[in-house]
Structures are given as structure tokens and as C-alpha cells.
């Protein structure tokens, strides 16, 4: 299995280099963003231990540049104590887990492991379908390269129904995933919303891709 350890810390990364190494692991180390990107595109790699501030590009951009090259190796993203933002924009940039600094070098073993079992799967940074791009770090849509600004509301339900592009959603399932378990209010929120999204996504643009699947709930036709 190798490892590849981004850090810019020469105390830190010389004790993961020696802690992996211990536990079988063949370990390769960077302190850059670029040099990351570099081993990254041309190493076969189990495992990326990536710190999310190091020298530019940091860890979340790293994390972004490989998924939107189509590189789906494991990450497991080192951020801050406390640093909430940080885990939330690690994990929307494509990351696979994190792990708080400080941190017992036992759990992030337990982590890499746990990592290393898992089949590769495809986590795109960015959402796209047609001229219709949706950005989760970042927080930002566009199509034909013009931004569309959302509500958060909005954005999340644009999301759920890109991510299932030509699929036909519930008003029960998007209550469940746009909304909560806990939600009371009546099932015509989907519809409101849907007419929101409309207005901003579509018919600006002579559009028609939200489409009402009578009686059963709606589709985001990726063919229109």
C-alpha cells in the first residue's frame, strides 16, 4: 500500500513518514500543493494524508484539482481543532474523511485502513449537467458561464436534483434530503421551491430541463 503525506510541518510529516512506515505502508512525502498535484497525477497511490494549509495551492484546491482530473484515490484531510468550516469544505472539495489536529496516530492508522478497504468511487468536485454547473465548495452555479445566484434552500434542492439528473423525485424524498426527517409543513414546499428554481435556472435562459412528472414528482431532464 502508498501513502502519500502532504505536509508542510517537517516534525509532523517525518512522524507519519515513520508511523506509516512502521505499519507496513510505503510512504511518500510533499510540503506543497504543487508537488501533491504532481505525485498525485503521476503516482499510483492507496492513500493521499493531505493537510489542508499548506503552501499554495492548499489542501482543499489540491483536493478539487484531483477530482476534477478524474483522480479518485482515498483522502483523508487533516484540518484544524475546532475548525468546522474547514471539514465542511474538505468534505464538499471531494475529500473522503478528516481528522482534527491534534490527533492520536493510532486513529489516523485506523482511518488510512478504513480508507484502503473502500472501493474507489467517482466524487466529482463539481456537478454538471449540460451547460448547468453546480459548485459545492464553493457554493456557486452558473450556466453558460453565467452565475445564478440561490437561496441556500434553493441550492440544495438544485444539488439533490442534479446529482439524480434524469431520475424522477418524490415530494417525500426531496422533503427527506432538502429539507429534514422533521419537516411538518405540507409537500406544496417542493412545488414553491421548484417554481423558485425555475425562474432562475430555466426560463432566464429559454430552458426546460425541471420537468413535472404528473402524479409522481420531478426530473432534471439532462437531455433538454
Excluded at 95 to 116: G, I
Excluded at 152 to 157: D, G, M, N, S, V
Aim: aromatic share 8%.
Amino acid at each position: 500500500m502508498r501513502v502519500l503525506v502532504v505536509e508542510d510541518d517537517p516534525a509532523m510529516a517525518a512522524m507519519l513518514q515513520h508511523g506509516l512506515r512502521r505499519a507496513g505502508y510505503a510512504v511518500d512525502t510533499v510540503a506543497t500543493g504543487t508537488d501533491a498535484l504532481w505525485a498525485i497525477n503521476e503516482t499510483i497511490l492507496d492513500v493521499v494524508v493531505l493537510d489542508a494549509m499548506i503552501p499554495a495551492p492548499d489542501g482543499f484546491e489540491v483536493c478539487r484539482q484531483i477530482r476534477e482530473n478524474g483522480r479518485w484515490v482515498p483522502v483523508l484531510l487533516l484540518t484544524a481543532r475546532g475548525a468546522t468550516l474547514d471539514k465542511v469544505r474538505g468534505l464538499d472539495a471531494g475529500a473522503d474523511d478528516y481528522l482534527t489536529k491534534p490527533f492520536a496516530f493510532d486513529e489516523l492508522l485506523a482511518r488510512v485502513r478504513a480508507l484502503t478497504r473502500r472501493e474507489p468511487l467517482q466524487r466529482p468536485a463539481r456537478i454538471q449537467v449540460g451547460d448547468l454547473v453546480l459548485d459545492p465548495a464553493r457554493r456557486s452555479v452558473h450556466r453558460a458561464e453565467t452565475p445564478i445566484p440561490l437561496s441556500p434552500r434553493e441550492f440544495a434542492l438544485l444539488q439533490e436534483l442534479m446529482r439524480r439528473a434524469g431520475e424522477t423525485l418524490t415530494r417525500t424524498y426531496l422533503i427527506e434530503h432538502v429539507w429534514d426527517f422533521a419537516y411538518e409543513g405540507g409537500s406544496n414546499v417542493v412545488d414553491v421551491y421548484v417554481r423558485y428554481l425555475r425562474d432562475k435556472v430555466d426560463r432566464p435562459f429559454g430552458r426546460d430541463t425541471i420537468r413535472t412528472m404528473r402524479g409522481a414528482g420531478y426530473l432534471l431532464d439532462p437531455d433538454a
